[in-house]
């Protein structure tokens, strides 16, 4: 019994853990959330200069405000189709922590939708797809309003790959 109830805790304080502000984006119809404090800002799309020998994922490098920032466009990034840019389509900068320090990488996406302040109560965890399909970088399933956007560990979703790119860029 005492083993339930000390189960029981870590579920909860894993929901509470989870809870709170997302900026919430759409990525081929799907919605996604990001927690609010890695966004860092929100840019429309801009020339973005290509860098030799990445991962098709990795779409460049910017230059925001005399900083070189990586960009990793997040459809090709999830294995989806790749689609030109709209007036909608904005680059999410984000700040992703490393060993000793944090690195800014902006992600592309369709288009942002709203800042959702989401209740743990309101998060499930990622259901299981199955031994070979590791689902680390989902943080949990927001249900809203009748749907589910899904909650991502953005450092988790950009790895080594895109930090690699950081350093040589930087």
Known sequence: MAELAKTMDQVIKAMVNREGKYLTFSLAGEEYGIGILMVKEIIGMMPITTVPRT??????????????????????????????????????????????????????????????????ADIEETPNFGAKFDAGYILGMAKISGGVKILLDIGKVLGAEEIAVSDKAA
């Open 55 to 120: 991962p098709p994922f990795v779409k460049g490098v910017i230059n925001l405000r005399g900083k070189v920032i990586p960009v990793v466009d997040l459809r090709l990034k999830f294995g989806m189709e790749e689609v030109g840019a709209t007036g909608r389509t904005c680059i999410i900068v984000v700040e992703v922590a490393r060993q000793a320090s944090s690195v800014l990488t902006g992600v592309v996406v369709d288009l942002v939708s709203e800042v959702l302040n989401i209740k743990g």
